[in-house]
Structure formats: structure tokens, C-alpha cells
């Protein structure tokens, strides 16, 4: 984990997530979330928590059932042996009791996952009184982000940073090792405040790309034609840089579209829309344009529902 | 049909009564064995196609940068592997086995249309000619996915119009192989066989066969409406022209789920027959058997939500989708509990068929875990589209279904050829193949849940150690299938005569073992009676 701002740390899961950056840490890469390199990550919302949880909550369960007909499989194989001298009970070959008991005990099992996960399903899919909104849109191979509400007018595109771009070239003689944060870094993150409802709006303008950062528990396709929603709250105290990659496979570079959020506290948030909205001001007087500043879309109203676009 | 080819028989005599000499055996094939024997065949040429794709692909994915291939040919190596392995490998294994076995099992002798039989075999060099020779043409294979998915697919060149009439020649293939099933195991069976006396693996048949019919002509109108809209002008898909991308994958997605089923019911049919002859005791709970492999059919057609949950879909329809998935772990958890029923106070012997359907029931109830896992559709944000599903989807396909064709064919192989295979290379194939398979797929897992997307050439370098581990583990799985091939090709050429029951000391069921081995040309020309 690579957390460049990262808060004093006076939330309950700080002792886990720092045991995490230990992992990470020692593993010596340049870990780009909070994952422990073979699990779920924790994450920094509310939601990917809860998710953490759910997650482990079925694999344990499931590792129960493992545990027990595995077990019983293993038995058979050990005691059963026609080796070992075994007799076969032709005989034992139905029984409508145990037959019903092993369909109703997997039914109630499946109860108990799927309660606690139709509840997390109501709170994903509800994005009202969301305190920002921002216009993602998909592009081969890229990000769009466009901002509402109050940071209205900050447009820019996100793409791959040019260090892991050229590593990234067949036979580049580029060691990836050697690029930090190679394929997950990009030239212009999405700029986000810290413990506000943020709601993505995605779209795309080509083929179908999907939005997701593993930290927030946030994943969902960008398709054209379409506006799906998205919602994540970053906890406060949790600025910093989060980062994941396109994930619905999007043609030749699907692999080197990435998504990185830089998280900040509503403070800096605000400064930095200021900032944006000063560079566009002055990208819009004649002389001289600087070059690496966002080109603002002639079309940058952003559609208002789910509708088919043409 | 078996008189004709007794007359023919009577031209031509040869050593081993067969009716025709050299090529016009094979390409005149109506003989439901010789018929059988093509289908295997061509499954494992295609098998060795689609792995050295698998291997061309986990090379690239060895470390991280790109070292082998474009990222372009990449995503042909995916795209084509999985149509390959499931078009040419697994579903033409199956219908091969359904060939030979079919009509040996309920007593028939012949497949009910053996012309229709002929055709359908034949269809498919062509087909895979066609889908092979896209990888020599100007803009390459198709690289959207196997799933077809527009706009994506669309974007592609002359591809797009040689991958869809091969898909479409496959499915044709597929639902005559479906009908022939079906028309033989309704009026062919033996005088006294009765449905529910029919051995499970014609039963799991049966049932697949329906599956086929309901679903190829889906599959088929999909790609139609791919193929209008990129070369007609038409907006089925296509959001600017009023279309609707996701429509398809609804579409694509109601044959795609039931398709998984037509992978997996055939297989389940034989484990069903397997666990009972090396556990010398019947199988438990046969009839529950029957129902279960109905009721999973049954499922399979309203689960296809559960494929596209992340591209947005209303509230309702995702609790629909997450329950009816979930209650597909029901009938498969019956088929899992009645099997290892079947080995509880058994006497089991571990003969290279027994061996691969033991790893089927240990990994493919693996793969059932990481199935309920991702069936709840608030994780399944998290999992969808990783290697998890990846992992998921490899650990029920290949120790799964291909598993159990290994089973079968291990199993029937000397009634086939008449002789006994090496015993002794067998079971090292089965060992290195399964322990090979969890170093390759077991990992996957770990690199899902850790953040690497399904289908990119290149990662960041986090996911460096799991996936060397895969990529060793994929190496040493394709090099232990030529130990396959070395067997069946040392069975076809000779060894230890097998007797009519093959396997001696146990107890194998069902009307095949009646009959001498290797099965003679034409069996049942006069109807068994069954008590």
C-alpha cells in the first residue's frame, strides 16, 4: 500500500491495515492497494469492508463444508480400500432420510449467506444524496473524468504514465521492476475528497471498459449507450493514492488502461479545484497555451439519466 | 442400417470385418463406432491446439513486461483458446463418447441416424479450418473474447464474418449430434429398458442433449444479429443506431449458461458410472441422480444473470439471479454427497479411471466453492472479471469436464481397442496432470482476489510470484498430456488383450461389458433382452 498523504491513523481497523502495509511492504513491491497479495483487500470504504467481510464469511463457511465432505472422502478412500481387505455393502444403495437431509441442509446454508448479502446488495446500489458527482467516461484506452456539482467544468483525461507506457513495449529491455507503481500509475489521477459520497457516472465512447478501484469495492462496466451508477465514501483519515485497472476486456491495450484516485481531505479537494478552475481560465484566454493542460470538451454537458445516447 | 453393412461386409472382407478400406471408411463414416472414434479424435488434435494457445499465453504471463507476443496476438490467444477448447475439445469429446457409447449402452446397434451422424461429424474440420485460418489473415483472429461481446467484437476485420460461420456450422453440428442422441435413446432402447433402467450416462445425455437444442439456435441468432450489424447496416447492438450492447449479452449469456451445463452433465454421467464399477457397489441414490442432473438443466436457463451482474442490472433482477444461483448448489451438492455415498463401505481399487474421477470429485467440488462465492452478487463486484473467475471457471472446466472425459476414455479404452493400456504411464499422467493442475489454476485464485484482471498480456509487477507459479504449473500440465497421447496411441496399437468385462475383480455395469472386446463392428444387430 502506497498511501502519499496518509492520515494519523485513528480509526479501528489501523492495526490490520498496518499488519497489510507490512506485507506489502515487505514484500518490496509496489503494492497499489491494500490487498495482502492473495486476498480480498480490506479496502478504505465502508463498503469494501463489508465486502471483506461477506467474502469471508462465505469462504469460511465454505471452507466448513470442505472440511467436513472432503473428510468424509478421505475417509472412504483410507478405510474402504479393497487392499486392505474392504467388502463391499451392496446392499447400501438409498435412503430417501439422509437424501432429504442433505438438500435441506445446504438450503438453509445458502440462507445464511445470501441474507447479509441481499442487505449489502440495498446499500450498493443505493446512490441517492451522493455530494459529488464526476462523468467517467471509457475510451480505448482511457479515462475521461468529468466533474459536477461544485468542481463543474474540471474535464481532463487519464492515461497510462509514459514510464510504465514505454516499459510496457514488447521487448522495451525495460525491467518492470524498475517502474514504480508499473501499470497501475497515470499521467492525471480523478481528484476526490475523503468522507463524501462520491457518485461515478460511466459511460464510454467506444467499447464496454469497467471502472474499478479493489479499495473502494467498487467495480462497474462502462458501457456505450448507457449511464451506470457507482457510489463510494472514502473514509476520512484514508487520503491518499488508490489504484486498479480496467477491467472488462477492451480491445489491444485493455491491459494498460489504469484507474488511480488520488483521495484528499475536502480542504485540499476544494484547493484543488481552484487550482483546476484557475489553469482553465487561463487555458481559455488565447496566448500562449501551455501544452499538457486538459483540452475542455466542446460537448462537456453530461447527460442527466440513464438514457440511450446517440 | 446394420443389414446394409452386413452386405457391404460381405464385398469387402478384410481381417476385422469392416465394411470399407483406407479414406472412404472415415469420410462414408455411418458406423456410430467409427463415427465416435473421429469425434475423439479430432477432440484431442483440437485439445493440443487450444493447450498451445494455453501455453503461448501463460509463456507471456510468465513475468512481467511483455516479452513473447503484441498485446493484439494476446488477446487472439485467449479469444481462440476458449473457443477452441470448448467447441473442439470438450463438446466434440463428449458427442464422441455419446457415439460409441450410446448405442452400446442401451443395446442398440447403431446410432438412430447415421448419416445425419456423418454430417455432423464432418462439419466440423471445416468449421475449425475456417475458425483456424483467421489467425493468417490480414487483421488477425477474433480478440473480443470468446463471449463476442460488441462493440468490441464488431471492431474487428474479415474475421467477424469467418468466425461467425463457423460458429454457426459448429451449432449446427452440435444439435444434429443432439438430435441423433435423443431419437436413439428414445427408440432404440433394448426391449425391457426402461427409462429409469438406463445407465446414467445415457441419462446425463439425454438431458444435455435437450440443453443443446433449446440453446445453439440462441447462440446462432446472437451472432446472426452480430453479423447484420457489421456488415448490413443493422443497430441490433449498436447504441449510436438506437441498439442495445447489452442486449446481447443477455442473449449471448442464455445460451452461454446452459452451455456450461452441456459441459459438465455429460460428465457427471460418468463419474456416475465409474465410482460405482471401482467402489464394487452400486450407485447410491441413482434415481436422486437422475433428478438432480434435471433440476440443475432446469436451472441453468435462469441464472444467465449471474454472467453480467457489474454491467448493471435492476435491483430485483439481481436477488433473482443471486438466489437462483445459489439454489444450483443444491441438486450438485446431491450429486456429490450420493457419490461419495457410493464409496462409503465400498471396496475401491484405484485404476487409472477411478484415479481421474477421485481428482474430478476433490477439485470440481473445488470449483463448486469458489461457484457459490461468486454467486453473491455484492462480492462478485469484487471477484468479477479477475482471475478468481478465471480460477473458477478452469478448476470446473478442466479437472471438471476434462477430467472425466480422461476417466472415460481410460475407461473404455480397451473395450474400444481391445487391449490394456500401460497401467503404470496412465497413473503417472494422472499424477503429473494433477498435481500440475493445481499449480496452475490453484494460484489463480490468489491473484483474482489480489486485484490482476482476467485478459491482459501484462501486470503489475505485485502479481509477479503467482503468476511464475501458474505459468510453471501450465508448462508441466501440457507436457504430462503427451503422456496421453503415448498411451492411447500404444493401446491402439496392440497390448494385453482386455476379456469382455475389461475390468476384472470389479463391477462394471451396463450392457457394453456384455459384449466382446474390442466391441465388434456391428453389435446388437439382434436386440438384447434385459430382465
Redesign the interface.
Same mark, same amino acid.
Given at each position: 500500500m502506497r498511501v502519499n498523504r496518509a492520515g494519523a491513523g485513528n480509526h479501528r481497523d489501523s492495526r490490520l491495515l498496518a499488519a497489510c502495509c507490512a506485507v506489502a511492504g515487505l514484500s518490496g513491491t509496489a503494492g497499489a492497494n491494500t490487498s495482502n497479495g492473495y486476498n480480498l483487500p480490506i479496502g478504505v470504504t465502508d463498503m469494501s469492508k463489508a465486502l471483506y467481510g461477506l467474502h469471508m464469511e462465505v469462504f469460511w463457511i465454505c471452507v466448513g463444508i470442505a472440511v467436513v465432505v472432503f473428510g468424509i472422502m478421505i475417509y472412504s478412500l483410507v478405510m474402504f480400500r479393497q487392499s486392505k481387505g474392504a467388502i463391499a455393502d451392496t446392499t447400501m444403495v438409498h435412503s430417501t432420510k439422509v437424501e432429504i437431509i442433505w438438500t435441506i441442509i445446504p438450503v438453509l446454508i445458502l440462507v445464511v449467506m445470501a441474507v447479509p448479502a441481499a442487505d449489502i446488495i440495498l446499500k450498493q446500489e443505493d446512490t441517492r444524496n451522493s455530494e459529488l458527482s464526476i462523468r467517467v467516461t471509457g475510451y480505448q484506452w482511457k479515462w475521461q473524468y468529468q466533474y459536477m456539482n461544485a468542481a463543474e467544468g474540471v474535464d481532463f483525461f487519464s492515461t497510462l504514465k509514459q514510464d510504465s507506457n514505454f516499459a510496457r513495449q514488447l521487448d522495451s529491455g525495460i525491467d518492470p521492476n524498475t517502474v514504480k507503481n508499473y501499470l497501475l500509475d497515470v499521467d492525471k489521477p480523478l481528484v476526490v475528497p475523503s468522507g463524501t459520497k462520491v457518485r461515478l457516472l460511466l459511460t464510454s465512447m467506444d467499447v464496454i471498459h469497467a471502472w474499478w478501484v479493489p479499495d473502494f469495492g467498487a467495480k462497474r462496466s462502462a458501457i456505450p449507450g448507457y449511464v451506470n451508477e457507482l457510489w463510494f465514501k472514502v473514509d476520512p483519515g484514508k487520503e491518499g493514492v488508490y489504484r486498479g485497472q480496467c477491467a472488462a476486456l477492451c480491445g489491444r491495450d485493455h491491459g494498460f488502461m489504469p484507474v488511480v484516485v488520488d483521495v484528499r481531505t475536502p480542504d485540499d479537494f476544494k484547493k484543488w479545484v481552484e487550482e483546476q478552475k484557475a489553469a482553465l481560465k487561463q487555458a481559455a484566454t488565447p496566448l500562449p497555451a501551455p501544452a499538457p493542460l486538459p483540452v475542455v470538451g466542446a460537448d462537456a454537458s453530461p447527460p442527466k439519466t440513464a438514457q440511450v445516447l446517440n | 442400417m446394420a443389414h446394409e453393412h452386413a452386405a457391404d461386409t460381405a464385398h469387402h472382407d478384410d481381417h476385422h470385418g469392416e465394411p470399407a478400406q483406407g479414406i472412404k471408411r472415415w469420410l462414408f463414416a455411418t458406423n456410430h463406432k467409427d463415427i465416435g472414434t473421429m469425434y475423439l479424435v479430432f477432440s484431442l488434435t483440437m485439445f493440443f491446439v487450444g493447450g498451445a494457445m494455453a501455453m503461448i499465453i501463460r509463456a507471456e504471463l510468465f513475468k512481467?513486461?511483455?516479452?513473447l507476443?503484441?498485446?493484439?496476438f494476446f488477446?487472439q490467444m485467449t479469444t481462440m483458446h476458449a473457443l477452441v477448447m470448448i467447441f473442439g475439445a470438450v463438446m466434440p469429446a463428449f458427442v464422441g463418447l455419446a457415439n460409441w457409447m450410446i448405442p452400446l449402452q442401451v443395446g442398440a446397434p447403431d446410432m438412430a441416424l447415421p448419416r445425419m451422424n456423418n454430417f455432423s461429424f464432418w462439419i466440423l474440420p471445416f468449421a475449425f479450418t475456417i475458425l483456424l485460418s483467421t489467425l493468417f489473415i490480414p487483421g488477425g483472429a477474433p480478440?473480443?473474447?470468446w463471449t463476442m461481446?460488441p462493440?468490441?467484437f464488431l471492431?474487428g476485420g474479415n474475421y467477424v464474418a469467418m468466425a461467425i460461420f463457423a460458429v454457426h456450422l459448429m451449432g449446427a453440428s452440435s444439435i444434429m449430434g443432439a438430435i441423433n442422441v435423443i431419437v436413439t435413446i428414445m427408440n432404440m432402447r433394448a426391449p425391457g429398458m426402461n427409462l429409469l433402467k438406463m445407465p446414467l450416462f445415457c441419462w446425463s445425455w439425454l438431458i444435455t442433449a435437450y440443453l443443446l437444442i433449446a440453446v445453439m439456435p440462441v447462440l446462432a441468432g446472437a451472432v446472426t444479429m452480430l453479423l447484420t450489424d457489421h456488415y448490413f447496416g443493422t443497430s441490433f447492438f449498436n !447504441?449510436?443506431g438506437? =441498439?442495445?450492447? *447489452?442486449m446481447f449479452e443477455h442473449v449471448f449469456w442464455f445460451f452461454g449458461h446452459p452451455e456450461v451445463y452441456i459441459m459438465i452433465l455429460p460428465a457427471f454421467g460418468i463419474i456416475s458410472e465409474i465410482l460405482p464399477t471401482f467402489?464394487?457397489?452400486?450407485?447410491?441414490?441413482?434415481?436422486?441422480m437422475i433428478y438432480a442432473i434435471a433440476s440443475i438443466a432446469f436451472l441453468s436457463f435462469i441464472v444467465w444473470g449471474h454472467h453480467m451482474f457489474?454491467?448493471?442490472m435492476p435491483?430485483a433482477a439481481?436477488?433473482f439471479f443471486?438466489?437462483s444461483t445459489?439454489?444450483i !448448489?443444491?441438486p450438485t =451438492?446431491?450429486k *456429490?454427497?450420493?457419490w461419495?455415498?457410493t464409496?462409503?463401505?465400498?471396496?475401491?481399487?484405484f485404476e487409472p479411471p477411478m484415479l481421474f474421477a477421485?481428482s474430478f470429485?476433490?477439485l470440481f467440488?473445488?470449483g463448486g466453492?469458489s461457484g457459490?462465492?461468486l454467486a453473491?452478487?455484492?462480492?462478485d463486484?469484487?471477484y468479477?472479471?479477475?482471475y478468481f473467475v478465471v480460477a473458477h471457471f478452469h478448476y470446473v472446466l478442466v479437472p471438471g469436464a476434462v477430467f472425466a472425459i480422461m476417466a472415460a476414455v481410460y475407461y473404455w479404452l480397451p473395450k474400444w481397442t481391445g487391449n490394456m493400456y500401460s497401467m503404470g504411464l496412465a497413473k503417472t499422467h494422472f499424477w503429473l496432470s494433477t498435481i500440475f493442475v493445481n499449480v496452475l489454476f490453484f494460484p489463480q485464485h490468489?491473484l483474482g482476489?489480489?486485484?490482476m484482471?482476467?485478459?491482459?498480456?501484462?501486470?503489475?509487477?505485485?502479481f509477479?510470484?503467482?503468476n511464475m507459479v501458474s505459468s510453471i504449473g501450465g508448462f508441466g500440465f501440457g507436457l504430462s498430456q503427451i503422456l496421453f497421447l503415448v498411451v492411447i496411441v500404444q493401446c491402439a496399437r496392440g497390448g494385453k488383450k482386455a476379456s469382455a468385462e475389461v475390468w476384472d475383480g470389479a463391477?462394471p455395469t451396463g450392457l457394453e461389458w456384455t459384449i466382446p472386446s474390442p466391441a465388434p463392428y456391428h453389435s446388437f444387430a439382434v436386440a438384447p433382452e434385459i430382465k
Open positions: - | 512481467p513486461g511483455l516479452q507476443v503484441d498485446p493484439a488477446n480478440a473480443g473474447g461481446y462493440p468490441l471492431q !447504441a449510436a438506437g =441498439g442495445d450492447p *447489452v467402489s464394487r457397489k452400486p450407485l447410491f441414490g441413482a434415481t436422486s457489474v454491467d448493471g435491483l439481481q436477488l443471486m438466489m445459489m439454489l !448448489a443444491v =451438492g446431491v *456429490v454427497f450420493n461419495t455415498a464409496m462409503w463401505k465400498g471396496s475401491l481399487s477421485l470429485l476433490f467440488t473445488i466453492f457459490v462465492m453473491i452478487v455484492p462480492v463486484f469484487q468479477n472479471q479477475t490468489f482476489l489480489a486485484g484482471p482476467r485478459r491482459i498480456p501484462d501486470y503489475a509487477v505485485q509477479s510470484d503467482w463391477t
